[in-house]
């Protein structure tokens, strides 16, 4: 087991439910009502308090909720320099029609397009919003970015003006070079946890998504390799005390879905090339699969088993997650295990169906369970 204690036995993904007054004031901010730094304010006070309300769980990782963004990937992503987002409205029509807790076919999800040299920004991207989070909290506060291969993945080649990066090496050298300088930044003022949001690994256990893949021209065997690769640069330089974990996510937006299939097709690459301390695992409901993939966890890493929905407002059973436990255990260690929701409660401002209490209740049951089966949280 990692000498770390992060993941935490009890740990969450990190994003929350956005209260209605932070919608009203992006709202009033994006009609030129509210000046960036009214918002700000009004971020900050809300932060406190869902800071507060964690801390009252007894969840030891503490994150800022993804407050100060409109989506999990989007906002970090259009900070670096060279990098637009497409947007794509159909996809989000194709969702709204996908009955709650399905599956949304065809997903067209808005696409980065790098056209210019990647630059990491001066002063890095996240450096102001985990200072004032580490100001406000005694516990762990936590990170969460996404992965550097969601600036590959969904256009591959073709999201990278050729003119600009004819070598794709180049290309995966500059990116990785900003995903580093961010995380040595972080580093620098106190970050010792930093999650990695990756659906990419995820989305490659899907045949569907695997077929939109190979249209692109990028190999599916191939991608789990490089993207492995990808992390390994970027975080090579860390602490030796920092924790990363990746967080693997088959979509989570209005408490639908956005792939499904279980993780063997890069279970065996994952677990072993990536040099990270643990493992967010999707494992609500029957789209990710049995647990047979776990056998190839090695010792020293950590499995956040997400065995508790975000989608929904129904609590789990403790006896049922228990048992769900149990059999997970058939395949890894029990004391390399932690768990949590699957997902984030709101992978943009949107969020899942279900209330503020409820989400909390769901972070205080995942340090109930812990307690009871591993002795602490």
Not at 135 to 153: C, E, N, Q, Y
Request: aromatic content about 8%; charged content about 25%.
């Amino acid at each position: 087991m990692s000498e770390k204690n992060m993941p935490f036995r009890a740990d969450q993904v990190g994003s929350l439910l956005r209260p209605p007054e932070l919608k009203a004031a992006r709202e009033k901010k994006a009609k030129g009502e509210f000046t960036s730094a009214q918002l700000r304010e009004v971020e900050d006070r809300l932060i406190r308090i869902a800071v507060q309300r964690q801390e009252d769980t007894g969840i030891q990782s503490i994150t800022d909720g993804d407050f100060r963004r409109t989506s999990w990937s989007g906002d970090f992503l259009t900070s670096i320099g060279g990098v637009i987002q497409e947007s794509i409205p159909t996809g989000h029509q194709q969702q709204e029609i996908t009955p709650v807790g399905g599956v949304v076919k065809n997903w067209q999800p808005p696409t980065p397009k790098t056209i210019a040299k990647l630059q990491w920004p001066a002063g890095g991207i996240q450096h102001n919003d985990f200072a004032f989070l580490k100001s406000i909290t005694k516990r762990t506060p936590k990170v969460m970015v996404p992965s550097p291969s969601m600036l590959h993945f969904r256009g591959g080649r073709g999201g990278v003006d050729a003119k600009v990066y004819p070598d794709m090496e180049s290309f995966f050298s500059d990116l990785t070079a900003v995903w580093r300088n961010e995380i040595m930044d972080l580093a620098a003022i106190g970050c010792r946890y930093l999650q990695l949001d990756d659906t990419n690994l995820a989305y490659l256990c899907d045949p569907q998504l695997r077929e939109r893949v190979k249209a692109l021209g990028e190999d599916p065997d191939r991608l789990p390799h490089l993207y492995a690769r990808f992390i390994n640069e970027a975080i090579k330089d860390r602490p030796a005390d920092m924790a990363i974990s990746v967080h693997l996510c088959r979509g989570n937006s209005l408490s639908r879905g956005h792939a499904q299939g279980g993780y063997e097709p890069v279970a065996e690459v994952m677990f072993n090339e990536l040099k990270i301390d643990g493992f967010f695992l999707e494992y609500d409901d029957a789209r990710s699969g049995d647990f047979r993939p776990l056998r190839f966890v090695p010792k020293g890493k950590r499995i956040v088993l997400g065995i508790i929905t975000s989608k929904f407002g129904e609590l789990e059973k403790k006896d049922d997650l228990k048992r769900r436990i149990d059999e997970a255990a058939k395949f890894m260690p029990l004391e390399q295990m932690c768990i949590s929701s699957q997902c984030g409660f709101a992978s943009h401002t949107g969020g899942n169906i279900l209330s503020e209490e409820q989400q909390f209740a769901k972070l205080r049951l995942a340090v109930e369970v812990a307690q009871e089966v591993w002795g602490s949280a």
